[in-house]
Structure formats: C-alpha cells, structure tokens
C-alpha cells in the first residue's frame, strides 16, 4: 500500500540525496509518460501544487484555449531515480495527477479517472483493488548511432538459464535497480521469443500499481541504453515471435479480507468474484480496445502464440482470456490474460473495474470454466458453449467500444471521445500505410 510522505520528508531527502533536479511526471491518454522538470528552486512551488504546464500539445488533455494545467504531485511517489547528471547531482522524481486551474481535478487524466471509479468501488463497500501486473518486453541491440535494430542479443527461450549473455546481464541490472528505488521483485526470468524478458514486481493497490508500471518502462528502457541495448513494450514487434503480453491479476478486498475468495466455493472463488468475471467477460470486447490500443496489438490476439482470441474462462486451462491461478485466500484472483502493455494502465484498470463492479450489481454467474483447449475446438462447438472471439483488429475493438456504454462510463465523457479520436486517426494512417509484404506481394501485378 501506499507509503505516507511528508513535504518535509521530501526536504529532507532532496538534502541527503543532492537532488538538483525534480522531476513532475503524468500520462497521457495513449499512457505515454510525460514529465516537466524544474531546478530544485522551485521545490517550494512543487509543494505547494503551483507547477503549471500548457495543455494543449499533449495527446487528449484540451484546446489551445483552454490549455493551462496544473501539476498535483502525490507525495507517496516520491523516489531519486537512481542515476546522476553529468555533474552528479540526482533527480527526484514524483507522480502527479493534473488539475484545472480552478483546482478541480482535470478528467482528461487517465490518473484522476482511475481515482473515480476507485472511489465509485469504496462507495458499494470494497476497501481495494489489488493489482498484479506482469509485463513482458523485448531486448534488440542499438546499431552504431545509436538506434534500435532487430537483432536480439539473445537465442534463449522460455525460463533458459543465460548467465552471460547481454540479455540476462541487463535484466540483472534493471531487478538491481528496481529494488533500489522500492521495487520487491518476484520473479525475473527469459520469457518465450528471443530476447523476450519478463520482470514481475508485487502485487498492490491499483493506483500505485499503475503508477508503478510507468516507473518499470522508464527503468527498463533507461537501464537497456546504458547496455547499449533498446526495450521495447510493443505487443508484437517480430513476426513469427511470441509477442508481449501484460496479465493482469486482480482481487477486491472488503473488511481486510480477500472478496474473492470462499473457503466452500467451487475452485475457491466466492459468489463476488464470479460475478465480477462474468462482468469481464460480458464486456471483454469493448474492453479490448483499451487494454489492446494498437494496430499491433492485434497481430498477438492470435492463434498459435497463448495469447487468448475467445471469450472464455479456466482453472488451469491456459488457453482462455480469465485463468484463475491455484493460489491460497490473500492471493485469489482473476488473471485476464489478454491485455499487452502498450495498454494504459490507467484507463485499463478503470474499464476492468467498472465492468466486474457491473457484474456485481447484477448478479449473473458466468458461463461454465473451460476445461479443453479452445483453440482446437471447431466453430460449431465454440457457439455451442456461446465461446466469442475478441475483435481481430483495432477496428473492431472500438467499434465495440463505441456500442458499450458501460466501458464509455468508466472513461467518462472526455476521455472516451479522445481516445476514440486518438484510435481512429491510428486506424486511419495504418489504412494509408503501404507495408513491405503488400510490394512484394503486388508489385508484379
């Protein structure tokens, strides 16, 4: 949970640390991380919420005339990022939600929407959502000036043991220095594709685990460069590879105990998560677009690759889109496993939360678990089962999107239209765009 941090605390730190630099970081609707940096003169200014920025250039936020924002720096995110300037000196880093001038919270941020439906969940008599994200990332080597390339510096596979090669050592390095800016990592290991990592860090409330998955990014592509090395989140970035996923482990807790579990429930899980998964699964097309916001994305929802294309859930079963991991009462959970981290994890969490609260509000269990691989049943047995597919492309998601209301709630009014205009300008220049494959394909024509 989240840490209490005084502005005093701060202070303090910024002495200890020779922090000469601050750092005032926010998202944007597509949860590129954004950041203004000030002198540390302008602490006091900090601290006081007094830091101002113009708006209007950044993805989803307002129109040149409206475009003055403010910065809302949430003390518990205080860290020094654990590197120097070429002087030495530190930079301090905080999470800010952004507000209005008038100091409403502005909702065009992705933070601040995450805060509301949190608090629409504390207003039915949950006291948190706890999250468990597990992002995966490639590793390419840089070329001689210094940009990406294709070429891995690995050959391992799925948990290989590589001791020595550039791949593992970073990946030392990037637990290394999560760990010293407050990180716990679980687990760390090579995944499927070559060159393909993932790091998993502990599990907590969702506003300081989405928090946290923007901090890993940073870190990982800031600790990838120094070994000369690019990190990549994308979901897809080598045909014929695995691509990279970001599973997301989720438990409502009330009273201090986990919600989703019972002792005498079939497979552990009480009435409040089925009821929450058949909320996820009901909504799991809208859904989607959020947690799969790239032409990309889409090139992983495929056949072939564990990553889930039907609507479906299991116990071990690895194939469906909601897995429910053996674990004991703390650690009960809904594993959606179709979400990749280009994803927003604000904008995600809130879609997921909103559609598994509606799923409580409506107490509907959920279709039977799967227990076959769905990907080898034929079509017929799939709508037999009413299994659905996902959409297949960007396209499709937020048509989906668009005929969801519920899913539109849960961005509210400003978001959703920006992020329907951000998706369909993508859609558009993909459509324009002219591939390698479609010369080789037609240039004989």
Same mark, same amino acid.
Request: with cysteine; proline share 4%; glycine share 6%.
């Given at each position: 949970?989240?840490?209490?941090?005084?502005?005093?605390?701060?202070?303090?730190?910024?002495?200890?640390?020779?922090?000469?630099?601050?750092?005032?970081?926010?998202?944007?609707?597509?949860?590129?991380?954004?950041?203004?940096?000030?002198?540390?003169?302008?602490?006091?200014?900090?601290?006081?919420?007094?830091?101002?920025?113009? $708006?209007?250039?950044?993805?989803?936020?307002?129109?040149?005339?409206?475009?003055?924002?403010?910065?809302?720096?949430?003390?518990?995110?205080?860290?020094? /990022?654990?590197?120097?300037?070429?002087?030495?000196?530190?930079?301090?880093? *905080?999470?800010?939600?952004?507000?209005?001038?008038?100091?409403?919270?502005?909702?065009?941020?992705?933070?601040?929407? !995450?805060?509301?439906?949190?608090?629409?969940?504390?207003?039915?008599?949950?006291?948190? @959502?706890?999250?468990?994200?597990?992002?995966?990332?490639?590793?390419?080597? *840089?070329?001689?000036?210094?940009?990406?390339?294709?070429?891995?510096?690995?050959?391992?596979? +799925?948990?290989?043991?590589?001791?020595?090669?550039?791949?593992?050592?970073?990946?030392?390095?990037?637990?290394?220095? !999560?760990?010293?800016?407050?990180?716990?990592?679980?687990?760390?290991? &090579?995944?499927? $594709?070559?060159?393909?990592?993932?790091?998993? @860090?502990?599990?907590?409330?969702? *506003?300081?685990?989405?928090?946290?998955?923007?901090?890993?990014?940073?870190?990982?592509?800031?600790?990838?460069?120094?070994?000369? /090395?690019?990190?990549?989140?994308?979901?897809?970035?080598?045909?014929?590879?695995?691509?990279?996923?970001?599973?997301?482990?989720?438990? *409502?807790?009330?009273?201090?105990?986990?919600?989703?579990?019972?002792?005498?429930?079939?497979?552990?899980?009480?009435?409040?998560?089925?009821?929450?998964?058949? $909320?996820?699964?009901?909504?799991?097309?809208?859904?989607?677009?959020?947690?799969?916001?790239?032409?990309?994305?889409?090139?992983?929802?495929?056949?072939?690759?564990?990553?889930?294309?039907?609507?479906?859930?299991?116990?071990?079963?690895?194939?469906? /889109?909601?897995?429910?991991?053996?674990?004991?009462?703390?650690?009960?959970?809904?594993?959606?496993?179709?979400?990749?981290?280009?994803?927003?994890? +604000?904008?995600?969490?809130?879609?997921?939360?909103?559609?598994?609260?509606? $799923?409580?509000?409506?107490?509907?269990?959920?279709?039977?678990?799967?227990?076959?691989?769905?990907?080898?049943?034929?079509?017929?047995?799939?709508?037999?089962?009413?299994?659905?597919?996902?959409?297949?492309?960007? &396209?499709?998601?937020?048509?989906?999107?668009?005929?969801?209301?519920?899913?539109?709630?849960?961005?509210?009014? &400003?978001?959703?239209?920006?992020?329907?205009?951000?998706?369909?300008?993508?859609?558009?220049?993909?459509?324009?765009?002219?591939?390698?494959?479609?010369?080789?394909?037609?240039?004989? +024509?």
């Amino acid at each position: 949970m989240s840490k209490t941090v005084t502005a005093d605390d701060i202070r303090k730190s910024v002495k200890e640390n020779n922090v000469h630099f601050l750092r005032l970081s926010f998202t944007d609707i597509n949860g590129t991380l954004k950041a203004v940096e000030v002198p540390i003169s302008q602490l006091d200014k900090v601290l006081t919420n007094d830091i101002r920025f113009d $708006g209007s250039s950044i993805d989803g936020f307002v129109r040149i005339e409206e475009s003055d924002m403010v910065l809302y720096p949430d003390f518990s995110s205080w860290m020094v /990022l654990p590197w120097t300037d070429k002087t030495g000196s530190r930079i301090g880093r *905080l999470t800010c939600s952004v507000h209005k001038t008038n100091g409403e919270p502005f909702e065009g941020d992705p933070r601040n929407n !995450l805060k509301r439906v949190l608090k629409e969940m504390k207003e039915m008599g949950f006291s948190d @959502f706890d999250i468990g994200f597990e992002a995966e990332f490639h590793l390419f080597k *840089l070329d001689e000036d210094g940009n990406w390339t294709t070429e891995v510096p690995d050959r391992a596979s +799925y948990f290989d043991m590589t001791s020595s090669d550039e791949g593992a050592e970073c990946r030392r390095d990037i637990v290394e220095t !999560l760990e010293s800016i407050g990180f716990e990592v679980e687990a760390a290991h &090579h995944e499927v $594709g070559a060159g393909q990592q993932e790091i998993d @860090f502990r599990f907590d409330d969702a *506003l300081t685990t989405a928090d946290r998955v923007q901090t890993f990014k940073m870190v990982v592509r800031q600790v990838a460069r120094k070994h000369g /090395l690019f990190a990549t989140f994308m979901a897809k970035p080598i045909e014929g590879e695995a691509g990279n996923g970001m599973h997301n482990n989720m438990s *409502l807790f009330k009273d201090g105990k986990n919600a989703f579990y019972s002792k005498d429930g079939e497979y552990h899980l009480s009435d409040t998560a089925l009821y929450f998964l058949n $909320g996820i699964l009901e909504h799991a097309r809208a859904i989607t677009a959020i947690a799969n916001p790239t032409v990309n994305s889409y090139k992983r929802l495929i056949p072939g690759f564990e990553a889930p294309v039907y609507i479906s859930w299991a116990t071990k079963n690895r194939s469906p /889109l909601v897995r429910i991991p053996d674990a004991e009462e703390i650690n009960t959970r809904l594993e959606m496993r179709s979400a990749d981290p280009t994803a927003n994890p +604000y904008l995600l969490l809130a879609a997921c939360l909103t559609a598994g609260l509606q $799923g409580i509000k409506e107490k509907k269990m959920p279709m039977d678990p799967i227990t076959s691989n769905v990907f080898e049943m034929t079509e017929e047995e799939r709508a037999k089962r009413g299994i659905k597919p996902l959409p297949s492309t960007l &396209h499709n998601a937020i048509k989906a999107f668009k005929a969801d209301e519920l899913i539109q709630s849960a961005l509210g009014e &400003h978001l959703t239209q920006s992020f329907i205009d951000s998706k369909n300008l993508e859609w558009a220049q993909y459509n324009q765009s002219v591939s390698d494959w479609e010369r080789n394909r037609y240039m004989g +024509y």
